[in-house]
């Protein structure tokens, strides 16, 4: 049977791929990776923090991107794990980057909710709840 060694990359569809990338490393600390390789303006921008990785897409065509809501068939959001001090942290630095968020008690999880640019949610989540 296949087993699975862990989830390598979510790719994103975004309208501006150098906003989004900003976003990624300023907001998430994510770094910017592959770059050598993948340069062309169709190839993807790979951000990544340690094993988990995102791919910023441009459009296919100038038409707006969806909205995703619960009734369509479509990405709700992507959550990113966290231990606690990284949580707590969080929470400190998006207060003062002025960026909105969301807390959830999810009694397993608490959770951060936030919008990227491109309105993809993004959830950063962490199972240490003390």
């Not at 990544?48 to 441009?58: I, K, R, V």
Request: include cysteine; aromatic fraction near 10%.
């Amino acid at each position: 049977m296949l087993h699975v060694a862990g989830l390598d990359h979510i790719a994103l569809t975004v309208k501006d791929r150098e906003r989004s990338l900003e976003w990624y490393q300023q907001v998430l600390g994510m770094k910017r990776r592959y770059q050598e390789v993948w340069s062309k303006a169709d190839d993807p921008v790979m951000v990544c923090s340690g094993d988990t990785c995102l791919a910023l897409f441009p459009p296919d065509t100038a038409d707006p991107l969806p909205t995703p809501d619960h009734n369509v068939i479509a990405m709700r959001h992507f959550a990113l794990r966290l231990d606690r001090k990284n949580f707590e942290q969080a929470q400190q630095e998006l207060r003062e980057q002025n960026i909105p968020f969301s807390f959830e008690d999810h009694t397993i999880t608490h959770s951060l909710y936030l919008f990227d640019p491109d309105g993809h949610r993004v959830e950063l989540t962490t199972y240490e709840l003390t």
